[in-house]
């Protein structure tokens, strides 16, 4: 696929919170099996982490985008 020209940032944001979530999930599967705290707490950083990245991709597909009028 090709990324429109003006939304890279925005795609790579996505891309950088999808990746963060995945290892977010694979730090809780961690937790849950061995009951390391470390690995919850790394989980939940991970998580916010992502969060972030979700909504700058989400402020840089807004400004991609442009005016948009009704």
């Known amino acids: 696929l090709q990324i429109p020209n003006g939304f890279e940032t925005a ?7 999808s ?3 995945l290892e977010s ?10 009951g390391n705290d470390a ?8 998580l916010q982490e992502s ?3 979700e909504m700058a991709a989400l ?4 400004l991609a985008q442009g005016p948009i009028n009704p």
């Open 59 to 62: 402020a840089e597909y807004k």
């Open 11 to 17: 795609v790579e944001l996505f891309k950088l919170s």
């Open 19 to 21: 990746e963060t979530q």
């Open 39 to 46: 690995a919850h707490i790394r989980s939940d950083v991970l």
């Open 51 to 53: 969060f972030d990245y």
């Open 25 to 34: 999930d694979i730090q809780i599967m961690e937790w849950v099996k061995t």
